[in-house]
């Protein structure tokens, strides 16, 4: 099983999610469609620029036979 951890950026998790996406030969249409998702969201996610619902990761990650691990980061001025 594939696992996501540690993203520390939206542009890493972008890249990473459609590595994943692309090593399962998957279309973002058939990834989205059984996320129950648009594909748009899956798009921008790729593209490092979307946001998605902690319910709607989970679901992307089942569609992809994924582990997603939330890791809290802090921002430090």
Do not use: P, W, Y
């Not at 594939?2 to 990834?31: C, H, N, P, W, Y």
Request: aromatic residues 2%.
């Amino acid at each position: 099983m594939l696992t996501i951890v540690s993203i520390s950026d939206a542009a890493e998790f972008g890249r990473r999610l459609r590595a994943v996406r692309k090593e399962q030969r998957l279309s973002q249409e058939a990834v989205a469609m059984a996320a129950g998702v648009g594909r748009g969201v899956l798009q921008k996610l790729e593209e490092g620029r979307g946001t998605v619902t902690l319910d709607s990761l989970i679901r992307i990650a089942r569609a992809l036979s994924c582990d997603v691990e939330l890791v809290a980061r802090h921002n430090h001025q």
